[in-house]
């Protein structure tokens, strides 16, 4: 399989559950990202990983707790979500000459 | 902050027209620049990316940059209805480097058949 692999493609959670998402890479990439995406507002980079590292956490609530086991993937455990964190969660991975994005998962929070 | 800044249309053109999007950036040290294209419910595809002042070509799509303007463009010849999507544009630091993208709000493209 080849290219950025989320699952799952669409998630609803009540405000109590815990869930994780999951995103694997295939193009041996060394950095890893995970963006939201509301409507009406720009990708908003929530957290950044480096060779398993995090390198950046852009002020995420704790209620997102990422993960990254090895340079191939990467989760994102949900816990006490809001309504207004419902959005399409998207992974990728790449450097500066572009990344690629993994299809999302759509979230909803009931 | 920095910032990407893009008109969220809807950007209307008749099929066969040029369609011409622009974006503007504010971190003057941004070096890498590159246009995704996303359709409704799908997540976004790179289709060009430039880092040299002037243009670059590939197919229909060309991709404009002005650094001393921080001005970035993209131009689709021949739009086709297939071209209707959302183009996002993103700013980056070096090409060797890992500064985190940053994403405009994105223009919505229709092409009228």
């Known amino acids: 399989e080849t290219g950025v692999t989320q699952t799952p493609r669409h998630l609803v959670m009540g405000m109590t559950n815990k869930k994780s998402l999951k995103c694997e890479q295939h193009l041996g990439h060394n950095a890893m990202y995970w963006y939201k995406q509301s409507a009406k507002k720009p990708l908003e980079l929530m957290f950044v990983?480096?060779?398993?590292?995090?390198?950046e956490n852009n002020s995420v609530p704790s209620r997102f707790s990422p993960e990254c086991p090895n340079s191939s993937h990467l989760f994102l455990h949900l816990h006490t979500l809001q309504p207004e964190d419902s959005a399409l969660y998207l992974c990728?991975?790449?450097?500066?000459?572009?990344?690629?994005f993994g299809s999302g998962t759509r979230l909803t929070v009931v | 902050q920095k910032e990407v800044e893009q008109n969220s249309g809807p950007l209307s053109v008749p099929e066969g027209a040029i369609a011409s999007l622009n974006c503007t950036y504010s971190d003057r040290g941004s070096q890498s620049f590159f246009w995704y294209r996303q359709y409704s419910g799908k997540s976004p595809e790179l289709i060009m990316f430039?880092?040299?002042?002037g243009d670059k070509e590939d197919g229909r799509f060309t991709a404009q940059l002005n650094k001393a303007s921080q001005y970035v463009s993209l131009l689709i010849r021949d739009s086709q209805p297939s071209d209707s999507a959302t183009y996002l544009c993103?700013?980056?630091?070096?090409?060797?480097?890992?500064?985190?993208?940053?994403f405009g709000k994105g223009t919505r493209l229709s092409v009228i058949a």
């Open positions: 430039i880092y040299s002042n």
């Open positions: 990983y480096n060779f398993k590292e995090q390198t």
């Open positions: 993103a700013v980056g630091g070096e090409y060797s480097g890992n500064t985190p993208l940053v």
């Open positions: 990728a991975s790449g450097e500066g000459y572009g990344y690629t």
